[in-house]
């Protein structure tokens, strides 16, 4: 997975980490206790308002089973612009990333594991699929070998504000009130939830069941590669045409397996168009085009537009297709950090679904291209969307 030359969202800093016992939803339903409780317990009770929220989202995703979350653990980063998130880590699995100022929910999984477990300290967050602890000089993502050094600092300054005004424009200033401690009365909002279903393409459980993504390690990741070999996948099986050659799709108990191979020989057909671990949206497309030429699928349609809209991927994913979603495309002209070689990076991620969200608008369900990360709802800032038909 590559955090290709894009805009990085937001950078933050993990300054304290607060242990919390589980939480009931109904304990979430009184009014004006708020000036006797902590920070800590007020958003213990935000986090638990949305608990109930993510228990159905399972249910619709996953028909016949169930799931019972709660809150284990509170961790609060400070951002280098100022802003502050905080982490819930939930049990058996899960985690939710709320941004305190705003009072909005950023990011939620009821099946991933929290991108912070097992640590404790020096921790980062640069926005969806952006989480880094601190070794030394260095910022090392927690899921794959990504890295910045503090040479990069200034010039994620600069840009560590775009996530947080896009959130500042849509702010439930009662939810942010109440956690600030500005008001006692706990947010009439998130008393009365309404539980929006997602629209998603008829195969989603090809995503939400894969087993196997295949993800690689190759330099400082190679995300676009990632996303390009589960669309081909995706392709190849609801198709029934051979989109995928060499043994490199297989099922395991009717769950989608992608050899790593995929990947990497997707990413030398980039080498080879000049392209390196990070690509755009445009640049994906090639490649992908590149290699439906190579093995004679000619009759395929590409879709891609960069810097992109959410209303270009909602109809491509209101007919039925998935979209690989690119985050923002940085303006070097922008950064003027002491080296001049700031290079900010985000993930592609593969979006199967959205849900319309009160305040934020449309949110996203993706796989976010790691073993493991089947179902996760974001926002975030878009620079550009790539699909086939």
Same mark, same amino acid.
């Given at each position: 997975?590559?955090?290709?030359?894009?805009?990085?969202?937001?950078?933050?800093?993990?300054?304290?980490?607060?242990?919390?016992?589980?939480?009931?939803?109904?304990?979430?339903?009184?009014?004006?206790?708020?000036?006797?409780?902590?920070?800590?317990?007020?958003?213990?009770? @935000?986090?638990?308002?949305?608990?109930?929220?993510?228990?159905?989202?399972?249910?619709?995703?996953?028909?016949?089973?169930?799931?019972?979350?709660?809150?284990?653990?509170?961790?609060?980063?400070?951002?280098?612009?100022?802003?502050?998130?905080?982490?819930?880590?939930?049990?058996?699995?899960?985690?939710?990333?709320?941004?305190?100022?705003?009072?909005?929910? @950023?990011?939620?999984?009821?099946?991933?594991?929290?991108?912070?477990?097992?640590?404790?300290?020096?921790?980062?967050?640069?926005?969806?699929?952006?989480?880094?602890?601190?070794?030394?000089?260095?910022?090392?993502?927690? @899921?794959?070998?990504?890295?910045?050094?503090?040479?990069?600092?200034?010039?994620?300054?600069?840009?560590?504000?775009?996530?947080?005004?896009?959130?500042?424009?849509?702010?439930?200033?009662?939810?942010?009130?109440?956690?600030?401690?500005?008001?006692?009365?706990?947010?009439?909002?998130?008393?009365?939830?309404?539980?929006?279903?997602?629209?998603?393409?008829?195969?989603?459980?090809?995503?939400?069941?894969?087993?196997?993504?295949?993800?690689?390690?190759?330099?400082?990741? @190679?995300?676009?590669?990632?996303?390009?070999?589960?669309?081909?996948?995706?392709?190849?099986?609801?198709?029934?045409?051979?989109?995928?050659?060499?043994?490199?799709?297989?099922?395991?108990?009717?769950?989608?397996?992608?050899?790593?191979?995929?990947?990497?020989?997707?990413?030398?057909?980039?080498?080879?168009?000049?392209?390196?671990?990070?690509?755009?949206?445009?640049?994906?497309?090639?490649?992908?085009?590149?290699?439906?030429?190579?093995?004679?699928?000619?009759?395929?349609?590409?879709?891609?537009?960069?810097?992109?809209?959410?209303?270009?991927?909602?109809?491509?994913?209101?007919?039925?297709?998935?979209?690989?979603?690119?985050?923002?495309?940085?303006?070097?002209?922008?950064?003027?950090?002491?080296?001049?070689?700031?290079?900010?990076?985000?993930?592609?991620?593969?979006?199967?679904?959205?849900?319309?969200?009160?305040?934020?608008?449309?949110?996203?369900?993706?796989?976010?291209?790691?073993?493991?990360?089947?179902?996760?709802?974001?926002?975030?800032?878009?620079?550009?969307?790539?699909?086939?038909?």
């Amino acid at each position: 997975m590559k955090f290709f030359n894009l805009r990085l969202i937001a950078v933050l800093a993990l300054s304290t980490i607060l242990l919390v016992g589980s939480v009931g939803s109904a304990f979430a339903q009184e009014q004006g206790r708020g000036s006797n409780f902590s920070r800590t317990q007020r958003l213990n009770e @935000v986090f638990s308002a949305k608990v109930p929220e993510m228990e159905f989202d399972f249910e619709q995703l996953h028909p016949g089973e169930s799931i019972s979350l709660s809150v284990v653990a509170i961790k609060t980063l400070q951002g280098f612009s100022g802003s502050t998130y905080t982490l819930a880590e939930l049990a058996p699995s899960g985690y939710i990333i709320l941004h305190d100022e705003s009072g909005l929910f @950023v990011e939620h999984s009821a099946r991933s594991p929290s991108p912070y477990a097992g640590l404790d300290a020096g921790l980062y967050y640069a926005g969806p699929t952006g989480y880094y602890y601190k070794d030394g000089l260095e910022y090392r993502h927690t @899921v794959i070998t990504e890295v910045f050094t503090q040479a990069d600092e200034a010039g994620l300054a600069v840009v560590a504000d775009e996530l947080y005004q896009s959130l500042m424009q849509n702010a439930d200033v009662d939810v942010a009130d109440y956690i600030s401690g500005k008001t006692a009365t706990y947010p009439a909002g998130l008393r009365t939830i309404t539980y929006s279903t997602y629209t998603r393409i008829n195969s989603y459980p090809f995503f939400t069941q894969m087993s196997k993504c295949g993800q690689v390690s190759i330099g400082n990741g @190679v995300c676009g590669y990632i996303a390009a070999a589960m669309l081909l996948a995706w392709k190849h099986d609801v198709s029934g045409d051979l989109y995928y050659t060499l043994g490199w799709l297989t099922y395991d108990n009717g769950r989608a397996e992608i050899d790593n191979a995929f990947t990497s020989f997707l990413y030398s057909i980039g080498v080879g168009l000049g392209y390196g671990t990070g690509t755009t949206a445009s640049q994906i497309k090639n490649v992908v085009e590149s290699y439906l030429q190579a093995v004679g699928r000619n009759n395929v349609t590409h879709h891609m537009s960069q810097p992109g809209t959410n209303g270009g991927i909602v109809g491509h994913l209101n007919s039925d297709r998935p979209v690989l979603w690119f985050g923002a495309i940085i303006n070097y002209d922008q950064i003027n950090n002491s080296n001049g070689k700031f290079d900010p990076m985000l993930h592609a991620v593969t979006v199967y679904g959205h849900k319309s969200v009160a305040l934020i608008g449309t949110s996203y369900l993706a796989h976010f291209g790691w073993d493991g990360w089947n179902e996760v709802t974001f926002n975030g800032v878009l620079g550009g969307y790539y699909t086939i038909s």
